[in-house]
């Protein structure tokens, strides 16, 4: 009996095992009950197309597969792991995973993969995991993850991105964990982050961020509003304003080895829930003690920074001993107490010398303790005479030093260099020899008229170039040859009365370009051949009356476009032509006397910021904003002649409107502006100018469109229900993105609002 068994077993397996021999790919290793198959270093170019069907693991760690075509897994659709690290795979086509609905986790890293395009990961609407790092991503098309509804972790660590566009996290709605340490990101856009409501973790570390990114701060309060963790380790910021940072729930904040000097004692204060907050290896010698707000605090780690362990630290020593936060680091002066910890001081040894005596120690600490800089060969840092470098952070500066010549001797590996308030008044050729390692150059205020040929050339790694401040009438046009790199450049304030569209045509990098506060009169068609990259250009306060059809049609990814305080009497609609990616438009400030009929059309599907106050606007056309319904998220039409607005029920995007300081006429005409008031709930901040007995009053509080044909189903009485009615709702399952998104989002507030917000910050700072 058992030996008939088994031989039928042994059939049994033998038949088992040769179907599974056909269904194995034959460089592969597959087990049949886990269902996984492997195919690990096996050089192979292509996934394998006879993977079984069944298949719910599948690895090809170190193989050669170039390029991911779409459908590439359409055979094996119920994977719900895939590794693909180290197989050199520099292109992901549209669809690569389509079908792949149940996949759980998959991991892209260590591949040469540079571009996420908007349908690139299409279909994986199960994902949870997904590694991207040590790629060279560059570019994130928004749109990317849209899809990518269940997905917690994102890791983008060790890429070359550099800059986070509007939205392009969006979709992300259960997102836990954002990794985006190890980039080179100086720049993320205000909406960069939006729609992440669900987002506990965020690491920016090892970056290239020198300021605050704008959306942590305070306006953008409900951004990130389930952060606990924001790590910012190594970015170079040397100040860190008042209420920089503004997250309710954060609990650690890492802000060490930064460049900081100095900080606001109110930077955290918006942070009600900060436990742990580390600023060592800093630039900081005094600290103030921080302003209440923190209750929860208890640890502030300054290690690594040149405390100056004197009377003017005694104030944040007695905090800390009675709010009980433990200060972690040593004392860097004076002599006496150089090494002692902070909390091994007390308070009655923190005392100051007579200023004199002070300085002098200061000055005999100095020349005893740091050696003069030649003392260390190993690690010399070349510096021209008359400038400052610091080898550490690569910087080299020659601020304001009124010299007439570029110096020459800069360290090769400087990154920084800094050269703004002097006065050359021009550049040769190959200004800047041997320094092809500069990432940030700044030639602000130096009086230059004119760039020869070439000025920059060997700068390959110039990603932002500073020329603001000027006197630049023209540029040559092959001023900026040789840099490759160029992302950011700024030439604002300078004399320009017409574009120098031929200088751009060497810079295919250029992102974000700046010509604010010149004097440029016309926009001629074609401006940016040869920058078809670009993404922002700002060209607000120049003298534009007329812009060419078309004018900017070649930057088919242009995003932003500001052209406030011009003179155009029209919304240039032809000249948005072509512009399918425009997302912020700002035409504030120009004397645009009527709005016709589609006049955003061109745009419709893409735009989501339209400012179009302070214009002196009279009239729209019913249609002027067609198209725009779906899409739009914030308008601004506060600040114009307006007795009427178009209807606006088709907006159902919107999150911020502002309707102030226009002379509404509060009668049946507004009633479809009523009645959406009503259903909105969002700040309008719409007040009737006529008739005279409502003047004054918010259209929201007028009770006379009741009379109006089609008003009968408002309320009676003004609502403050809608707050209350919003509560029981809570229950309700909505995704929480449309929820939170409309709740905190400021208008700019009428001057007397403003005051009062800004009289209850000042009491609360004390
Ligand atoms: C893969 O290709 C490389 C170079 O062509 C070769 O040296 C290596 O032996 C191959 N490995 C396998 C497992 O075939
Ligand atoms: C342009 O000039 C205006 C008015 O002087 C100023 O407020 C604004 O900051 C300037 N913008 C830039 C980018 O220089």
């Given at each position: 009996m058992p030996s008939l068994w088994l031989s039928a077993l042994g059939l049994w397996l033998v038949c088992v095992s040769s179907v599974l021999s056909a269904k194995c790919p034959k460089q592969c290793v597959c087990d049949q009950i886990q269902l996984t198959v492997a195919c690990v270093n096996k050089n192979l170019t292509e996934v394998p197309p006879t993977i079984d069907e069944i298949t719910v693991k599948l690895d090809l760690r170190s193989n050669d597969i170039q390029e991911l075509p779409t459908g590439a897994f359409?055979?094996?659709?119920?994977?719900?792991?895939?590794?693909?690290?180290?197989?050199?795979?520099?292109?992901?086509?549209?669809?690569?995973?389509?079908?792949?609905?149940?996949?759980?986790?998959?991991?892209?890293?260590?591949?040469?993969?540079?571009?996420?395009?908007?349908?690139?990961?299409?279909?994986?609407?199960?994902?949870?995991?997904?590694?991207?790092?040590?790629?060279?991503?560059?570019?994130?098309?928004?749109?990317?993850?849209?899809?990518?509804?269940?997905?917690?972790?994102?890791?983008?660590?060790?890429?070359?991105?550099?800059?986070?566009?509007?939205?392009?996290?969006?979709?992300?709605?259960?997102?836990?964990?954002?990794?985006?340490?190890?980039?080179?990101?100086?720049?993320?856009?205000?909406?960069?982050?939006?729609?992440?409501?669900?987002?506990?973790?965020?690491?920016?570390?090892?970056?290239?961020?020198?300021?605050?990114?704008?959306?942590?701060?305070t306006s953008f309060f409900c951004r990130l509003p389930e952060v606990t963790r924001l790590e910012m380790s190594h970015n170079p910021m040397t100040y860190l304003g008042e209420e920089a940072i503004a997250m309710p729930k954060l609990t650690h904040l890492f802000l060490d080895h930064m460049s900081l000097q100095d900080m606001s004692n109110s930077a955290v204060s918006k942070c009600p829930s900060l436990v742990h907050l580390d600023l060592s290896h800093n630039q900081l010698r005094v600290i103030q003690p921080f302003s209440p707000g923190t209750p929860s605090l208890a640890r502030v780690n300054l290690?690594?920074?040149?405390?100056?362990?004197?009377?003017?630290?005694?104030?944040?020593?007695?905090?800390?001993?009675?709010?009980?936060?433990?200060?972690?680091?040593?004392?860097?002066?004076?002599?006496?107490?150089?090494?002692?910890?902070?909390?091994?001081?007390?308070?009655?040894?923190?005392?100051?010398?007579?200023?004199?005596?002070?300085?002098?120690?200061?000055?005999?600490?100095?020349?005893?303790?740091?050696?003069?800089?030649?003392?260390?060969?190993?690690?010399?840092?070349?510096?021209p005479a008359n400038c400052v470098c610091q080898a550490e952070m690569h910087h080299s500066s020659c601020e304001n030093r009124g010299l007439t010549k570029i110096p020459k001797g800069f360290d090769p590996t400087t990154r920084l260099l800094d050269l703004r308030g002097n006065h050359f008044h021009y550049l040769p050729s190959g200004s800047f020899p041997g320094v092809g390692q500069v990432v940030s150059l700044h030639l602000q205020r130096c009086k230059i008229v004119d760039i020869e040929e070439e000025a920059?050339?060997?700068?390959?790694?110039?990603?932002?170039?500073?020329?603001?401040?000027?006197?630049?009438?023209?540029?040559?046009?092959?001023?900026?040859?040789?840099?490759?790199?160029?992302?950011?450049?700024?030439?604002?304030?300078?004399?320009?009365?017409?574009?120098?569209?031929?200088?751009?045509?060497?810079?295919?990098?250029?992102?974000?370009?700046?010509?604010?506060?010149?004097?440029?009169?016309?926009?001629?068609?074609?401006?940016?051949?040869?920058?078809?990259?670009?993404?922002?250009?700002?060209?607000?306060?120049n003298s534009i009356k007329h812009m060419a059809p078309r004018a900017l049609e070649q930057a088919t990814n242009l995003d932003t476009l500001h052209l406030g305080g011009n003179k155009l009497k029209d919304v240039p609609t032809e000249a948005l032509r072509g512009l399918g990616s425009l997302r912020d438009l700002r035409l504030t400030g120009n004397p645009i006397l009527w709005v016709g009929p589609n006049a955003f059309k061109p745009v419709e599907r893409s735009l989501k910021e339209l400012y179009l106050n302070k214009?002196?606007?009279e009239r729209m056309s019913p249609d002027s904003l067609a198209g725009l319904g779906p899409g739009l998220r914030s308008f601004f039409l506060e600040g114009n002649l307006l007795e009427e607005v178009p209807d606006l029920r088709s907006f159902r995007s919107l999150e911020v409107i502002n309707l102030?300081?226009?002379?509404?006429?509060?009668?049946?005409?507004?009633?479809?502006?009523?009645?959406?008031?009503?259903?909105?709930?969002?700040?309008?901040?719409?007040?009737?100018?006529?008739?005279?007995?409502?003047?004054?009053?918010?259209?929201?509080?007028?009770?006379?469109?009741?009379?109006?044909?089609?008003?009968?189903?408002?309320?009676?009485?003004?609502?403050?229900?809608?707050?209350?009615?919003?509560?029981?709702?809570?229950?309700?399952?909505?995704?929480?993105?449309?929820?939170?998104?409309?709740?905190?989002?400021?208008?700019?507030?009428?001057?007397?609002?403003?005051?009062?917000?800004?009289?209850?910050?000042?009491?609360?700072?004390?």
């Open positions: 359409r055979h094996s659709p119920y994977l719900t792991h895939l590794s693909l690290q180290r197989c050199n795979i520099r292109r992901v086509r549209e669809g690569a995973f389509r079908g792949l609905g149940r996949l759980v986790l998959l991991n892209l890293a260590n591949n040469n993969i540079e571009i996420l395009y908007q349908e690139s990961l299409d279909g994986l609407s199960s994902l949870k995991q997904l590694m991207l790092d040590r790629n060279r991503l560059e570019e994130i098309q928004p749109g990317a993850f849209s899809q990518l509804g269940f997905l917690n972790l994102l890791s983008l660590t060790h890429n070359q991105l550099v800059y986070m566009p509007n939205m392009v996290f969006q979709g992300l709605q259960n997102i836990k964990l954002l990794r985006l340490s190890h980039n080179s990101l100086n720049y993320l856009d205000t909406e960069a982050f939006a729609g992440l409501v669900t987002l506990t973790r965020l690491t920016l570390d090892n970056n290239e961020l020198q300021f605050f990114p704008m959306i942590i701060l290690a690594g920074n040149p405390v100056y362990c004197n009377c003017y630290l005694r104030p944040l020593r007695e905090w800390a001993i009675s709010s009980k936060v433990k200060l972690l680091g040593t004392c860097g002066g004076p002599a006496h107490l150089s090494g002692e910890t902070i909390e091994g001081v007390y308070p009655s040894e923190l005392r100051c010398q007579s200023h004199e005596a002070m300085l002098r120690a200061e000055y005999e600490e100095a020349t005893r303790n740091t050696p003069p800089p030649t003392a260390e060969p190993e690690n010399k840092f070349k510096c920059f050339s060997g700068m390959k790694g110039l990603v932002y170039l500073y020329l603001s401040e000027n006197d630049l009438a023209s540029i040559s046009p092959g001023a900026f040859k040789g840099l490759p790199q160029l992302t950011y450049l700024y030439l604002e304030k300078n004399k320009f009365t017409v574009f120098p569209k031929a200088a751009f045509r060497l810079v295919p990098s250029l992102l974000a370009l700046h010509l604010e506060n010149n004097s440029i009169s016309r926009l001629e068609p074609d401006l940016l051949t040869g920058v078809e990259n670009l993404r922002s250009l700002y060209l607000t306060g214009m002196g606007l102030a300081d226009n002379p509404l006429m509060c009668d049946c005409p507004l009633l479809p502006l009523r009645i959406w008031i009503e259903k909105v709930n969002l700040k309008v901040r719409a007040t009737c100018a006529n008739p005279p007995e409502v003047k004054g009053r918010r259209v929201k509080d007028v009770h006379t469109f009741r009379a109006c044909p089609g008003g009968e189903s408002l309320p009676s009485r003004p609502t403050t229900t809608l707050q209350l009615s919003r509560t029981p709702k809570a229950t309700k399952p909505k995704p929480p993105h449309l929820n939170r998104k409309r709740q905190v989002k400021m208008v700019k507030a009428k001057p007397k609002t403003n005051h009062k917000n800004q009289n209850s910050k000042s009491t609360k700072r004390r």
